[in-house]
């Protein structure tokens, strides 16, 4: 099993739609997630932390269910801007990253 | 911009040749680690290093290896390159929180695109 497991998408979605994808991950122990965000052909660059009690950053929603060993991520208002790929994140010292998740916003 | 700058930013070699790829981290930093990212896929960890010591190792041959200098740039050595090797190669610096344990968010440089032909 990966570590860190994804829907791989593509979400296609028109502007201003919400947008909802999960990822799971196998060690249960594990303490510390994020979301990252890679633009094509560049490097990943932090989205946001994920905390146990869930946690908004303007339009972004991340929520994590620890019984169920899952982390989603909802983006509102979606903007043409938020066209990338979506790396869900598991930090055991090192960072074990999901295949991502590919959100196209079409005008 | 994160501070992080690596060298080259692309490269193309043949199977069987060796490459060395250079990272340097952000000013404060005193930990590197190196991730592989084959096209389509998530970055996959290599090995991180602290302090000038391996620190962790992923599922990575030996045949990738590296180095910490004491000022904490880090290089990766690929010796004899397959074609599989090719993907893009990111390395990630942060700082060791000390007693707390665990460390600082990692921040990425631009990657490296290697190409083995």
């Known amino acids: 099993r990966k570590e860190v497991e994804q829907d791989p998408g593509p979400f296609n979605v028109p502007e201003g739609a919400t947008v909802a994808f999960n990822c799971t991950y196998s060690n249960s122990a594990s303490q510390s997630f994020f979301w990252y965000r890679q633009d094509c052909r560049k490097e990943p660059k932090l989205l946001m932390s994920?905390?146990?009690s869930g946690n908004e950053d303007g339009r972004f929603t991340a929520q994590l269910n620890r019984a169920s060993q899952y982390i989603s991520l909802l983006i509102r208002d979606s903007k043409l801007s938020d066209s990338a790929t979506y790396l869900c994140v598991v930090n055991d010292y090192k960072l074990s990253f999901g295949a991502g998740t590919t959100v196209t916003v079409r005008a | 911009e994160t501070g992080v700058t690596q060298s080259p930013t692309h490269l193309i070699k043949t199977r069987g040749q060796q490459v060395t790829l250079r990272c340097s981290s952000q000013?404060?930093?005193?930990?590197v680690s190196w991730y592989q990212q084959a096209l389509g896929q998530g970055p996959q960890f290599i090995f991180q290093?602290?302090?000038?010591?391996?620190?962790g190792r992923g599922n990575f041959p030996p045949r990738f290896s590296g180095l910490q200098f004491p000022n904490y740039s880090s290089e990766l050595n690929v010796n004899a390159l397959e074609l599989d090797d090719s993907a893009l190669y990111l390395c990630?610096?942060?700082?060791?929180?000390?007693?707390?344990?665990?460390?600082?968010?990692?921040?990425f440089g631009p990657g490296t695109r290697l190409t083995v032909l």
């Open positions: 990630a610096s942060s700082s060791a929180r000390g007693a707390s344990g665990g460390f600082t968010e990692q921040f």
């Open positions: 994920v905390y146990s």
């Open positions: 000013s404060g930093h005193n930990t």
């Open positions: 290093y602290y302090r000038e010591e391996e620190n």
